[in-house]
């Protein structure tokens, strides 16, 4: 669930920043705004933050074609939005501190891993945040008191729409049922295991630099595992060096990184990484991609003996195009050892796209949501 940057030509023109400072628009619990100011942060970017309200959402939305947060209004007008598209424009506009690795390889399993971390990772932090009682009631009232200040209603109707809204979207639609609930879980889990045997040994998640993948794992991490009761308590408990990696890039400026060379191969402790991709998230994608191309409405499949019944989402079938775009720029002994490390999943980054996804503002003047097809999202990159 990324979407595209819709930098410049694709946006529109607002009132200027008086002072020249850009500002993200987001909420300050949300999955993506943190990622973005995590990145921001680091790469020592000034920005002004601006928490939304309902009315500034449906104006980010007119202003890029997708309702969704965060949002970047520029000092001469323009709106980015995306976070993935956003920090790979910024790598070009602003060259350090490089936060992309110099080779080819490294630097595709970089970008591998950000779109599995932002992606895969959505459901168990929605899922946490909306299927416990402790951490419903918290961010029901938290919504209801920042993004729907504006909404002339009694705060408690405000919360029960929050709380019965997210649920519906989140939980019933997005496939999350007593049978799924268990796999969901255990992939938080998992990842939490695996990142910790990575940490324990290395300040990120590739080496002594942050790079692209820890920021796709930073937004669940932070603003949602590391924040909410329930998967907070899991985290303290099982992975301590997953807690302070948290803290650690949150607190990163660019002085701190400019000490550590980029990483330069990818570490073989990321295999449980690149396993989880190669069998389920690759496999996802090319299903979605499949049903998105014959016209249906949801994607139906298989996993670890786990039947999924899911919405197509445009959005990720881009982003399955953008991985193969990534993977075709891969050349010689670099595409080798790419497939080595990816075994049969690389079958599905070598096939050619099934479906071209066009980005929202080709769909129509109707803001989209973050899947690029309805209502609108809570938050998206």
């Known amino acids: 669930m990324h979407s595209t940057c819709h930098i410049p030509a694709m946006a529109q023109q607002t009132a200027s920043s008086a002072d020249g400072t850009m500002t993200v628009h987001g909420l300050t619990l949300s999955y993506f705004t943190g990622k973005l100011e995590a990145y921001l942060r680091v790469k020592g970017i000034p920005y002004r933050f601006a928490e939304m309200d309902t009315a500034a959402f449906r104006r980010a939305g007119r202003a890029t074609g997708v309702l969704q947060m965060p949002q970047i209004e520029m000092a001469d007008g323009t709106w980015l939005t995306d976070t993935t598209a956003i ?9 350090a501190p490089a936060l992309s690795p110099a080779d080819p390889l490294t630097r595709f399993f970089s970008l591998l891993l950000e779109d599995y971390g932002d992606e895969w990772l959505w459901r168990p932090a929605l899922h946490y945040r909306w299927s416990f009682d402790e951490d419903m009631a918290l961010m029901s009232a938290q919504i209801a008191r920042s993004m729907l200040r504006d909404v002339k209603l009694p705060f408690w109707i405000r919360r029960q729409m929050i709380l019965r809204r997210q649920r519906r979207v989140y939980l019933a639609q997005d496939g999350v049922t ?20 990575v940490l324990s040994k290395r300040s990120f998640l590739m080496g002594e630099r942050p790079v692209e993948a820890d920021f796709g794992f930073f937004g669940s991490m932070f603003r949602h595992f590391s924040s909410d009761p329930t998967p907070a308590a899991i985290m303290r408990a099982r992975a301590p060096h997953v807690h302070l990696w948290v803290a650690r890039l949150w607190a990163a400026r660019p002085e701190d990184v400019e000490r550590a060379a980029l990483p330069g191969h990818v570490p073989g402790a990321l295999a449980p990484f690149l396993a989880r991709i190669a069998q389920d998230y690759l496999p996802y994608l090319a299903a979605n991609e499949a049903a998105l191309a014959d016209g249906a409405r949801h994607v139906r499949y298989v996993q670890g003996g786990v039947a999924w019944n899911v919405p197509v989402s445009p959005y990720r079938a881009h982003c399955l195009a953008a991985l193969r775009t990534q993977y075709a720029s891969l050349e010689g002994e670099a595409r080798k050892k790419a497939a080595g490390l990816l075994g049969e999943g690389t079958c599905i980054l070598a096939t050619a796209s099934l479906h071209t996804v066009p980005g929202p503002h080709s769909a129509g003047r109707q803001p989209l949501d973050r899947h690029w097809s309805g209502a609108a999202g809570e938050d998206r990159k």
Request: proline letters at 7%; a negative charge; hydrophobic letters at 45%.
């Open 178 to 197: 007593k049978e799924t609930a268990p796999q969901i879980e255990a992939l938080y889990l998992d990842t939490l295991d695996a990142m910790e045997a």
């Open 87 to 95: 920090m790979a424009e910024f790598e070009r506009r602003f060259p």
